[in-house]
């Protein structure tokens, strides 16, 4: 029965390609997330130097246009995504008390189908031109873009799209089925939570994409007419099927954010959770709404006006439960004892920077102004607003939170300080100022603009504070580095709330050598206070089962990757090998028999520090 | 190596409790059974007939179909079993879809308003 693989006897290299764990493809998420940030965040920086100046010539047209397509897909799908991934797989088990996630074997498999998704839309650059058509690819302009740069673009977001729908699957079956004795609903940590609720949008919010990413490569490759008019096709309805995806996304993106802020407001409050039950049901409500109202984002497509009005007033009602979370956070800052470290400066931060974006996201939604705002540089200050904002303040924050409990030393705090400041003027500096070119009507997603039409000093501006937000994540980056030896107080470094915090750093393999058992929101801080600073235990010390590693998800990915470069040079016989060679692993990994091992209970104890 | 359940007792036969289960089950399933017939002759009797108008015809065979689906779901698929969830996320998945179907194909479809 126990045909026990001790850790010990596999190399390292061989352990992370196989391994099933999920701190272990939190961490791999974390990092992969962290490589395409930095990749897209160059993208980034070129384009502002190419904006510099009026009429420069840094970069050429075609060149700008795939710079800001790849921008944006990778930082929406390769980089904030993933970095919520990696802390949702990593925090979230532990914060429910579970041993693992319901389906380890599956979450490997999401990370790399995200790995391998991420690389097939990289190689772009370097296969003869990366795709131009904007990240949300609208047709006609990406049916006809020449080339196989949008092919890449379909391709690396359907696979890398696969893997992300099925780590949501997994987050919503652990979290349903994976709760340790005691761990309620309505007990569950914030970010928890909102894992919950980002997966429910993955869930509902993806297929919608992969269905519209199939009529995209049946149009481009198998010669369809979906989106071809003079065929009878419709090109409107390719915006609504990318937008029914799309608008969940942002909020896929903004959500976990939330529940991290939440987190580390309340633990360096030093308070509970100001209406953690509203918060869990603004939580809900902002989700639920997401899906409805999509179209208005195709305020100026010509939808009429009663729709366009139905669109508006439902995209303000959003407003509200924000604002409600919003008043919740400063409720839980009022009146505690508030520690500035810098992942609470992040978390403070982020609620002014976010009202800012959801401010001129409420313009936005006002579908008569929205003709004047649409395509300009407006739009642009409002979502880098919201998600840099909100989002990217979460992963930095979440970063220097969790980085002792994921690495087992601590981040300087004084070096993180000038990384926040940096970030956060730089931040301010590039996009509050585009709030006013938009209005003075730069367009957006263009290349260059002339002399003379009161564009040259923002932009000039704006690409100063982009260099300060570059010169602020190196600065995020040697801190990584030369942090290394902070290894002391890793266990609880900020006298935390919740479960995570009541394991070793770097945790157990099993995560908790008994299951907690939980009586109260914010379960450890309640044995802080009530009980003896431990958390009690819910079973008798027995020997844990662990689930065998497997290099099968490699494959899986692999052959995928394979198929899907097949259909980008439309070749039949690679499309084949490479299911092929999917559905050979997917065989394999249905009939061999896997029960897993046993960690017995020396190990347990020696590693407690009682055998 | 067969695939034995590792959770079921190894010997003796189901309890009383359990025996009682598995009868008032098993009715329930022929029931639903017959009854998903009869509904399925109807449909099919329905659109046959020359004596019902298509007007009447199609939002009834549509009916039916809806009562079907949330029999088939909660009947033969077990949905009224395990996670308060699963109902949760069912239906609202279904009632987002019927909301996007509706916005796209009364106020954004053919006639814009």
Same mark, same amino acid.
């Given at each position: 029965?126990?045909?026990?693989?001790?850790?010990?006897?596999?190399?390292?290299?061989?352990?992370?390609?196989?391994?099933?764990?999920?701190?272990?493809?939190?961490?791999?998420?974390?990092?992969?997330?962290?490589?395409?940030?930095?990749?897209?965040?160059?993208?980034?920086?070129?384009?502002?130097?190419?904006?510099?100046?009026?009429?420069?010539?840094?970069?050429?047209?075609?060149?700008?246009?795939?710079?800001? =397509?790849?921008?944006? &897909?990778? /930082? *929406?799908? +390769?980089? %904030?995504? $993933?970095?919520?991934?990696?802390?949702?797989?990593?925090? !979230?088990?532990?914060?429910?008390?579970?041993?693992?996630?319901?389906?380890?074997?599956?979450?490997?498999?999401?990370?790399?189908?995200?790995?391998?998704?991420?690389?097939?839309?990289?190689?772009?650059?370097?296969?003869?031109?990366?795709?131009?058509?904007?990240?949300?690819?609208?047709?006609?302009?990406?049916?006809?873009?020449?080339?196989?740069?949008?092919?890449?673009?379909?391709?690396?977001?359907?696979?890398?799209?696969?893997?992300?729908?099925?780590?949501?699957?997994?987050?919503?079956?652990?979290?349903?089925?994976?709760?340790?004795?005691?761990?309620?609903?309505?007990?569950?940590?914030?970010?928890?939570? =909102?894992?919950?609720? &980002?997966? /429910? *949008?993955? +869930?509902? %919010?993806? $297929?919608?994409?992969?269905?519209?990413?199939?009529?995209? !490569?049946?149009?481009?490759?198998?010669?369809?007419?979906?989106?071809?008019?003079?065929?009878?096709?419709?090109?409107?309805?390719?915006?609504?099927?990318?937008?029914?995806?799309?608008?969940?996304?942002?909020?896929?993106?903004?959500?976990?954010?939330?529940?991290?802020?939440?987190?580390?407001?309340?633990?360096?409050?030093?308070?509970?959770?100001?209406?953690?039950?509203?918060?869990?049901?603004?939580?809900?409500?902002?989700?639920?709404?997401?899906?409805?109202?999509?179209?208005?984002?195709?305020?100026?497509?010509?939808?009429?006006?009663?729709?366009?009005?139905?669109?508006?007033?439902?995209?303000?009602?959003?407003?509200?439960?924000?604002?409600?979370?919003?008043?919740?956070?400063?409720?839980?800052?009022?009146?505690?004892?508030?520690?500035?470290?810098?992942?609470?400066?992040?978390?403070?931060?982020?609620?002014?920077?976010?009202?800012?974006?959801?401010?001129?996201?409420?313009?936005?939604?006002?579908?008569?102004?929205?003709?004047?705002?649409?395509?300009?540089?407006?739009?642009?200050?409002?979502?880098?607003?919201?998600?840099?904002?909100?989002?990217?303040?979460?992963?930095?924050?979440?970063?220097?939170?969790?980085?002792?409990?994921?690495?087992?030393?601590?981040?300087?705090?004084?070096?993180?300080?000038?990384?926040?400041?940096?970030?956060?003027?730089?931040?301010?500096?590039?996009?509050?100022?585009?709030?006013?070119?938009?209005?003075?009507?730069?367009?957006?997603?263009?290349?260059?603009?002339?002399?003379?039409?009161?564009?040259?000093?923002?932009?000039?501006?704006?690409?100063?504070?982009?260099?300060?937000?570059?010169?602020?994540?190196?600065?995020?980056?040697?801190?990584?580095?030369?942090?290394?030896?902070?290894?002391?107080?890793?266990?609880?470094?900020?006298?935390?709330?919740?479960?995570?915090?009541?394991?070793?750093?770097?945790?157990?393999?099993?995560?908790?050598?008994?299951?907690?058992?939980?009586?109260?929101?914010?379960?450890?801080?309640?044995?802080?206070?009530?009980?003896?600073?431990?958390?009690?235990?819910?079973?008798?010390?027995?020997?844990?089962?662990?689930?065998?590693?497997?290099?099968?998800?490699?494959?899986?990915?692999?052959?995928?990757?394979?198929?899907?470069?097949?259909?980008?040079?439309?070749?039949?016989?690679?499309?084949?090998?490479?299911?092929?060679?999917?559905?050979?692993?997917?065989?394999?990994?249905?009939?061999?028999?896997?029960?897993?091992?046993?960690?017995?209970?020396?190990?347990?104890?020696?590693?407690?520090?009682?055998? | 190596?067969?695939?034995?359940?590792?959770?079921?007792?190894?010997?003796?036969?189901?309890?009383?409790?359990?025996?009682?289960?598995?009868?008032?089950?098993?009715?329930?399933?022929?029931?639903?059974?017959?009854?998903?017939?009869?509904?399925?002759?109807?449909?099919?009797?329905?659109?046959?007939?020359?004596?019902?108008?298509?007007?009447?015809?199609?939002?009834?065979?549509?009916?039916?179909?809806?009562?079907?689906?949330?029999?088939?779901?909660?009947?033969?698929?077990?949905?009224?079993?395990?996670?308060?969830?699963?109902?949760?996320?069912?239906?609202?998945?279904?009632?987002?879809?019927?909301?996007?179907?509706?916005?796209?194909?009364?106020?954004?479809?053919?006639?814009?308003?």
């Amino acid at each position: 029965m126990s045909n026990s693989t001790a850790s010990s006897k596999k190399s390292v290299l061989w352990d992370w390609l196989t391994t099933v764990d999920h701190k272990k493809i939190g961490i791999m998420y974390f990092f992969g997330g962290l490589f395409f940030f930095t990749i897209a965040g160059i993208e980034a920086m070129l384009m502002r130097i190419q904006l510099m100046f009026p009429e420069m010539g840094f970069l050429g047209e075609q060149t700008y246009n795939e710079l800001l =397509t790849m921008h944006g &897909t990778t /930082m *929406l799908f +390769l980089a %904030a995504m $993933p970095l919520f991934f990696g802390f949702m797989n990593f925090v !979230m088990p532990l914060q429910i008390g579970a041993r693992d996630v319901a389906f380890p074997f599956i979450n490997s498999l999401g990370l790399w189908l995200f790995i391998f998704g991420g690389i097939i839309l990289n190689i772009s650059m370097l296969a003869g031109g990366a795709p131009d058509a904007g990240w949300t690819a609208y047709a006609p302009l990406s049916t006809t873009s020449p080339g196989n740069g949008v092919d890449f673009y379909v391709m690396g977001l359907q696979v890398a799209g696969a893997g992300t729908l099925m780590s949501a699957i997994n987050f919503l079956v652990t979290i349903v089925n994976m709760r340790a004795p005691g761990m309620s609903m309505m007990r569950m940590p914030l970010f928890t939570w =909102t894992t919950f609720v &980002t997966s /429910m *949008l993955i +869930l509902f %919010a993806f $297929p919608a994409l992969t269905i519209g990413l199939l009529l995209l !490569m049946m149009d481009r490759v198998f010669g369809g007419a979906f989106f071809d008019t003079a065929m009878g096709g419709n090109v409107v309805i390719y915006q609504h099927i990318f937008w029914i995806f799309g608008h969940p996304e942002v909020y896929i993106l903004i959500l976990p954010a939330f529940g991290i802020f939440s987190e580390i407001i309340s633990t360096f409050a030093k308070k509970r959770l100001f209406g953690y039950s509203a918060m869990v049901f603004a939580t809900m409500i902002i989700g639920f709404l997401g899906f409805m109202v999509w179209a208005h984002h195709m305020f100026t497509v010509g939808m009429g006006p009663v729709a366009n009005a139905i669109f508006a007033v439902a995209t303000m009602a959003i407003a509200v439960p924000t604002g409600i979370k919003i008043f919740n956070w400063l409720l839980t800052l009022w009146g505690g004892r508030i520690s500035f470290t810098v992942a609470n400066l992040f978390a403070l931060a982020f609620i002014p920077s976010f009202v800012l974006g959801g401010v001129t996201g409420v313009q936005l939604a006002m579908s008569a102004a929205d003709y004047q705002f649409h395509d300009t540089y407006f739009v642009v200050a409002h979502f880098h607003y919201v998600i840099i904002g909100g989002s990217v303040f979460g992963i930095f924050a979440g970063t220097f939170y969790w980085w002792p409990k994921m690495f087992g030393y601590r981040l300087s705090e004084s070096l993180g300080k000038w990384f926040f400041w940096l970030f956060l003027i730089g931040f301010h500096l590039t996009f509050f100022i585009q709030h006013f070119l938009g209005l003075i009507g730069m367009p957006r997603r263009v290349a260059s603009y002339l002399d003379g039409q009161g564009f040259n000093e923002m932009n000039f501006i704006s690409s100063m504070g982009a260099f300060l937000m570059a010169v602020a994540f190196i600065l995020l980056v040697i801190n990584v580095l030369i942090s290394r030896k902070n290894t002391d107080n890793v266990q609880d470094p900020w006298d935390g709330r919740t479960l995570e915090w009541a394991t070793t750093s770097p945790v157990q393999e099993y995560n908790f050598a008994q299951t907690p058992l939980i009586r109260d929101l914010d379960a450890l801080w309640y044995e802080k206070m009530s009980g003896n600073g431990k958390m009690k235990a819910a079973e008798p010390l027995d020997e844990i089962h662990m689930p065998n590693g497997s290099i099968l998800p490699i494959f899986i990915a692999l052959g995928l990757s394979i198929a899907a470069f097949g259909v980008i040079y439309s070749a039949w016989f690679v499309i084949g090998a490479g299911l092929l060679l999917t559905f050979a692993m997917m065989f394999i990994r249905s009939i061999k028999e896997d029960h897993g091992y046993h960690i017995p209970v020396s190990e347990i104890k020696k590693d407690k520090g009682e055998g | 190596m067969s695939h034995v359940d590792p959770s079921a007792p190894l010997e003796g036969g189901p309890s009383k409790e359990e025996e009682r289960k598995l009868k008032r089950e098993s009715r329930s399933q022929l029931v639903s059974f017959m009854f998903m017939i009869f509904i399925t002759t109807t449909a099919f009797l329905t659109v046959a007939s020359d004596i019902v108008p298509t007007g009447f015809a199609i939002p009834f065979v549509l009916l039916l179909a809806g009562i079907q689906v949330v029999m088939q779901l909660y009947n033969f698929m077990h949905m009224n079993e395990g996670s308060r969830w699963i109902n949760v996320m069912i239906w609202a998945g279904l009632f987002v879809a019927a909301m996007t179907v509706a916005a796209l194909a009364v106020l954004i479809g053919i006639d814009k308003y």
